[in-house]
């Protein structure tokens, strides 16, 4: 089936603009502000978080300040986190919202994605444009929190640790080395760590979401390819069941049409999705691949794990 929605995605904020949250002036990012204004006018605090990419760093510590100048407490890692990670942070804390930043390639700009308790994105349907007054007589507070073991000790729960031996990495960059050092030295996903001198050569995406994968031969892996292989593998061999998300239906797979959704609009319908059905598998064209038990976001990382048994098993 076809499904589109409306939520409340990312806005797109200029570098000047991330001073005294001065983007919160403009009228096309009214509506975000405001909704963060009225869950911080009971819950005056906000988890925080930003990806590995290049400058995105010093734009999250610029809008950490800008709540606290109106009485909003923050609280981040001191280390960029991927997003999907940041998601199941922010489910597990219930959180009333998280407010992840990332890099904008298209516009130049930088994203801010307003995530909601059950680590999605915002139906508008909940949202109410009626400004809300916050405390302007406190200054709020910038304090760090953990982001990553969670999700660390989850990844290694979905991995398997009794896959048969056969073709690995080469190399795969990870850009959060905080995570990449934890992987290294946990043993239940050592199936990541260089061990194929002839193997594949991954590179997962600045904000964790995008998986690019290329074989001994020097050739890109698609992303419809991988993301077929894994449901094969997760189906056949894990024997698991779910919905499956994408923009497209993967080639040659069979298609359970009460179990499929087609979303058309962007890749937001399909996080938005994701985080309200019993889902498999969410899929977008630019290596963008989410899974049950991790979040609504892509997971490059599980994606590498289950791409690897995949072609070990199948």
């Not at 040659?252 to 994701?274: L, P």
């Amino acid at each position: 089936m076809i499904l589109e929605t409306d939520k409340l995605g990312p806005i797109c904020i200029e570098a000047e603009d991330a001073k005294s949250l001065k983007w919160s002036d403009m009228p096309e990012n009214m509506l975000f502000f405001r909704h963060i204004c009225k869950l911080c006018s009971t819950y005056p605090s906000i988890f925080l978080s930003y990806s590995a990419t290049k400058g995105v760093k010093d734009i999250a510590q610029i809008t950490a300040q800008g709540f606290t100048e109106i009485g909003v407490n923050v609280f981040m890692a001191p280390y960029a986190v991927p997003i999907c990670a940041f998601s199941q942070a922010i489910a597990l804390r219930n959180a009333p919202i998280g407010l992840y930043i990332s890099k904008d390639e298209k516009e130049r700009g930088f994203l801010l994605t307003a995530i909601t308790s059950n680590g999605g994105l915002f139906d508008l349907r909940d949202i109410s444009n009626e400004k809300s007054n916050l405390n302007l007589g406190r200054t709020g507070v910038i304090g760090e929190t953990n982001m990553t073991d969670a999700y660390i000790e989850n990844l290694a729960g979905l991995a398997d640790s009794g896959i048969e031996p056969g073709i690995g990495f080469k190399n795969i960059r990870i850009p959060f080395p905080h995570i990449d050092a934890l992987i290294k030295t946990h043993k239940s996903a050592q199936i990541l760590n260089i061990s194929d001198k002839n193997g594949l050569t991954a590179i997962v995406g600045d904000d964790g979401q995008q998986l690019t994968i290329t074989d001994a031969n020097g050739s890109i892996v698609s992303a419809e390819e991988i993301a077929s292989k894994i449901m094969t593998y997760l189906q056949k061999e894990r024997f698991a069941r779910g919905t499956i998300i994408g923009q497209t239906p993967l080639a040659n797979q069979e298609i359970d049409e009460e179990n499929y959704i087609e979303v058309k609009d962007s890749i937001y319908s399909m996080h938005f999705f994701a985080a309200s059905c019993d889902l498999l598998l969410g899929w977008w064209p630019n290596g963008v691949i989410a899974h049950q038990g991790s979040s609504c976001f892509g997971d490059g990382i599980l994606s590498a794990i289950y791409y690897i048994e995949a072609l070990r098993s199948l």
